[in-house]
T-cell receptor, first 112, second 112 residues
Framework: ETGVTQTPRHLVMGMTNKKSLKCEQHLGHNAMYWYKQSAKKPLELMFVYNFKEQTENNSVPSRFSPECPNSSHLFLHLHTLQPEDSALYLC???????????FGEGSRLTVL | QKEVEQDPGPLSVPEGAIVSLNCTYS??????FMWYRQYSRKGPELLMY????GNKEDGRFTAQVDKSSKYISLFIRDSQPSDSATYLC????????????FGTGTLLAVQP
């Protein structure tokens, strides 16, 4: 069982819907990440939170809104998405001073 | 020039074969070199982690780093059907920067 849990695992939404992805880590880590994984493209870093503070926003469109209420929880709020936003969204965590990322199993998003 | 180049495959080999997976990179500031394995419908998991040129062995897996040529490899000996997965190379600047740069991943299929 992974130490990083993502829900929901699958999500289908229309372009006008509002939904949220949730991530929870049980590893005592202090950094959390959102990555986007699309077919035949490298993992794209979206957001980084260190000790609950956002330290990186990789030019992500404002229709994606992250929230990190504490070091164990991370959300990605979605609204007015486009079909090209359909992808696997991966949450990851680690200790700030180490390179090893621990990933969740991802949330497969389909935008109709 | 892309920061990381990785052949997406797919690569199909018979059981027992030696597999060689490779990535080239252009950024000489990378200090840490990693291989992640991603099974279908799962998140990536760390397989090998190294920070210096040379070889690192772990069971049937050997990671090789050549900093002078900006080239890393992963060798799998006596490949098994359970090795069938996507293999992603990843790079880190180290220090206080905890951002990872990923390759596109190589899809490997080991045929029984």
């Amino acid at each position: 069982e992974t130490g990083v849990t993502q829900t929901p695992r699958h999500l289908v939404m229309g372009m006008t819907n509002k939904k949220s992805l949730k991530c929870e880590q049980h590893l005592g880590h202090n950094a959390m990440y959102w990555y986007k994984q699309s077919a035949k493209k490298p993992l794209e870093l979206m957001f980084v939170y260190n000790f609950k503070e956002q330290t990186e926003n990789n030019s992500v469109p404002s229709r994606f809104s992250p929230e990190c209420p504490n070091s164990s929880h991370l959300f990605l709020h979605l609204h007015t998405l486009q079909p090209e936003d359909s992808a696997l969204y991966l949450c990851a965590s680690n200790r700030v001073d180490t390179g090893e990322l621990f990933f969740g199993e991802g949330s497969r998003l389909t935008v109709l | 020039q892309k920061e990381v180049e990785q052949d997406p495959g797919p690569l199909s080999v018979p059981e027992g074969a030696i597999v060689s997976l490779n990535c080239t990179y252009s950024n000489s500031a990378f200090q840490y070199f990693m291989w992640y394995r991603q099974y279908s419908r799962k998140g990536p998991e760390l397989l090998m982690y190294t920070y210096s040129s040379g070889n690192k062995e772990d069971g049937r897996f050997t990671a090789q780093v050549d900093k002078s040529s900006k080239y890393i490899s992963l060798f799998i000996r006596d490949s098994q059907p359970s090795d069938s997965a996507t293999y992603l190379c990843a790079f880190s600047y180290g220090g206080a920067t905890n951002k990872l740069i990923f390759g596109t991943g190589t899809l490997l299929a080991v045929q029984p």
